[in-house]
């Protein structure tokens, strides 16, 4: 959270899309705060993600398939040196309520380096050090999993959907069998 307002996920909807080469993942939360305040969401992901907002209605259209068609659910978890600089800004964009950032951290030396630059453009306090958040970027960075989204919001003290973000990432599946 980028202050001390108290904020909660009153809701939080996701489609998952997999073809063995590509995976979809549609997010969107209903938030609230104690306060009007901004929060950063920052979501791992296995490759570069493109980003978009998500179609109109894509959460009513997915549940509508799922009751024509009587899907049942699966679930399923999964885990996952060069002359690069330690933190590489790849992409920036205002998307309706979000202010979208990808970057690939290929070293945590100047990640918070990296994070307080990032907290001063967006006017937010920064701190000497972040343990907690450093110490899940080096658990990614050890499973090979470096790309991160930033996903800065306002949040009000009405409960609203934030509208629901669209992340495309390639799959690389090995097939085993011979």
């Known amino acids: 959270y980028a202050s001390d307002a108290r904020v909660s996920e ?5 489609i998952i899309l997999h073809n063995y080469n590509e995976e979809v993942l549609i997010l969107g939360t209903d938030l609230k705060a104690d306060k009007s305040t901004g929060i950063i969401r920052f979501i791992p992901f296995p490759s570069e993600p493109t980003v978009k907002l998500a179609p109109d209605k894509s959460f009513e259209s997915i549940a509508a398939l799922l009751k024509s068609h009587e899907i049942k659910f699966v679930t399923q978890s999964k885990s996952g040196s060069s002359l690069q600089s330690d ?5 920036n964009q205002k998307m309706g309520s979000h202010d979208i950032t ?3 951290i290929n070293n945590t030396n100047r990640f918070r380096e990296w994070v307080n630059s990032y907290f001063k453009r967006k006017g937010l306090p920064i701190k000497d050090e972040y343990p907690d958040i450093e110490s899940v970027v080096n658990d990614y960075l050890s499973r090979g999993i470096n790309w991160f989204v930033l996903d800065y919001v306002d949040v009000s003290t009405e409960t609203k959907l934030i509208e629901p973000v669209e992340y495309l990432i390639n799959v690389f599946i090995s097939n085993s069998c011979s």
């Open 10 to 14: 009153e809701g939080q909807k996701a």
């Open 102 to 104: 990808i970057v690939k």
């Open 87 to 91: 933190v590489e800004l790849r992409f």
